[in-house]
């Protein structure tokens, strides 16, 4: 147990997983082009070329598509316990902090907002988040059953029950498709004035409603919590009890990948309703499965020295999260939109990938400069400094 007073120390194996969070994101990004799908014509390459591109396309979307998020999601409740337990060592509640936090976690948002037209995840994560507060006195079984409900997707369920009460039932109409294609026309025009108002607008308000549709909310809420969990077990120090629990969590992640795969596979088809619901649902238990695999094997292989040394790259990397989270988007759009480079059209997804690369390269060099005579990154320093003005007297 903590004494009143007892700091809880950082994590390195949280840092780099949080760097191969961080650095997954990039690289699925960059092949998707930000949510900007213009690519050059199949005609127009070696086919070669074409079939490297859906290899590519194939290996980096199953190993990260939906997975990254969810690691980030993970930890983001894990440092809630960190900055919870802190305070609370202290005799203070953090609670009305992390609100004040999360509106500054908003305001981040916005800012990525502006240069990734998609909308952005710290947004979601603002709202979302509010749910650790609620939680945060709560025991441990009643936040893992509640983790639990959420990581069901019960609106999901609710819907394709109502499909069954009702034949006629159908799923809200959230216009999702229409707003991400006006905001993909207004991003291939190229204009600066435009581009900027519509990504923090238009795009701010399709990925909120395709995060309803995606089941990102009750999801993401399911994830802050196990994250916040993992903390109070003190699973990320190692230790005969966490090594345990991490080769039970494989070993059982592993079993369970496949059948969910299988069955996600089967139920996704040609009707709206199955697509929307049960197979959201689905779709949602096949990923956080394999999030648990990839989890889990980093967190057993860091116990290693030779893998810590080939991913200590990444510690500085996950310790810069937020900057190098926002600077991708800023790069990447430079880079691949019509504002910039307008290399999109001329990047096949294994370029795309090459050009990744290239960046996350750039930015762990950054990284390690900046740590050199920094504690924290430039946008970390400014939230933490934001954080704690003096608002309010707790």
């Not at 294609?181 to 519509?198: H, S």
């Not at 409603?209 to 399911?222: D, K, S």
């Not at 299988?262 to 088809?269: A, F, H, R, S, Y």
């Not at 991913?311 to 800023?330: A, C, E, H, P």
């Amino acid at each position: 147990m903590l004494s009143e007073n007892t700091k809880v120390a950082r994590v390195e194996v949280v840092d780099a997983l949080r760097g191969f969070a961080v650095m997954a994101i990039l690289l699925v990004h960059c092949v998707e082009h930000f949510i900007y799908p213009v690519y050059p014509e199949p005609s127009s390459q070696p086919g070669w070329l074409n079939i490297l591109d859906q290899g590519t396309f194939s290996v980096i979307f199953t190993l990260f598509a939906g997975k990254s998020y969810a690691i980030f999601a993970l930890l983001f409740g894990f440092t809630f316990y960190i900055q919870y337990t802190n305070q609370k060592n202290k005799g203070k509640d953090f609670a009305w902090r992390f609100f004040w936090r999360m509106i500054l976690l908003a305001g981040f948002g916005a800012i990525n907002s502006l240069m990734y037209p998609a909308g952005d995840v710290l947004l979601l994560f603002s709202i979302v988040g509010l749910v650790l507060i609620l939680v945060r006195k709560w025991s441990d079984k009643a936040i893992l059953i509640f983790a639990v409900i959420m990581l069901l997707q019960p609106v999901e369920w609710f819907h394709y029950v109502m499909s069954l009460i009702n034949p006629e039932y159908t799923l809200p109409d959230l216009k999702v498709g229409a707003m991400y294609a006006e905001v993909a026309r207004n991003t291939k025009e190229g204009n600066w004035g435009d581009f900027l108002r519509m990504n923090i607008t238009t795009g701010q308000k399709a990925s909120l409603l395709w995060a309803v549709g995606a089941g990102r909310y009750v999801q993401t809420a399911g994830l802050f919590m196990i994250g916040y969990l993992l903390g109070r077990k003190q699973l990320f120090v190692s230790s005969d009890y966490s090594r345990k629990f991490w080769q039970r969590t494989l070993i059982i992640a592993a079993i369970a990948f496949a059948p969910l795969y299988q069955l996600n596979t089967e139920i996704m088809g040609d009707n709206a309703i199955i697509n929307g619901t049960v197979g959201v649902a689905f779709d949602m238990w096949q990923k956080f499965a394999f999030t648990a695999v990839l989890v889990s094997s980093f967190v057993l292989l860091y116990q290693s020295d030779k893998f810590k040394q080939l991913t200590s790259n990444l510690r500085f990397y996950g310790k810069m999260s937020l900057t190098n989270y926002i600077t991708q988007s800023i790069i990447g759009a430079l880079i691949f939109f019509p504002i910039g480079l307008n290399l999109a059209p001329h990047s096949g997804y294994t370029l795309s990938l090459l050009i990744g690369l290239v960046i996350l390269v750039v930015q762990v060099m950054f990284c390690k400069w900046w740590l050199k005579s920094h504690k924290q990154g430039p946008l970390e320093y400014i939230w933490h400094k934001l954080t704690w003005i003096n608002i309010w007297k707790k």
